[in-house]
């Protein structure tokens, strides 16, 4: 279904922002530490805004960018096998996502 693909997509976009956030640490020519890099093997959001050191940035946010961030951290890979997710949560989630003043808006500053 168009709607369960969407919600799959929507995170990997979130995914993607941040792990984009956490290379743009890593400067030209660097061999950055292992543990950093093996804990950016990850799909879990919550993980990865702390690695990318953005927790703090989000804490200091606007409210719409803080909200944006409750509905869209619940995200994971494993949604992918999920289907008949109600229109209405997809919609939703994709506003927390790409809206106008969605987490990806805000993440983009980072990358």
């Known amino acids: 279904r168009l709607y369960d693909g969407a919600y799959y997509l929507g995170g990997l976009a979130v995914e993607s922002a941040l792990k984009s956030s ?6 030209r020519h660097e061999f950055p530490d ?3 890099v093996n804990r950016a093997y990850t ?10 050191g953005l927790e703090p940035r989000l804490n200091a946010a606007e409210a719409a960018v803080q ?26 989630f994709l506003n927390a996502v790409a809206g ?6 805000w993440l983009k500053q980072f990358w």
Do not use: F
Not at 22 to 27: D, E, P, S, W, Y
């Open 67 to 92: 909200d944006a961030w409750a509905r869209t951290k619940s995200w994971n890979i494993e949604t992918r096998y999920r289907v008949g997710r109600p229109e209405a949560e997809v919609l939703d």
């Open 22 to 27: 956490i290379a743009r640490m890593t400067q």
């Open 100 to 105: 106008r003043r969605g987490g990806q808006r």
């Open 43 to 52: 799909h879990n959001l919550e993980d990865l805004l702390k690695l990318a």
């Open 34 to 36: 292992q543990r950093r």
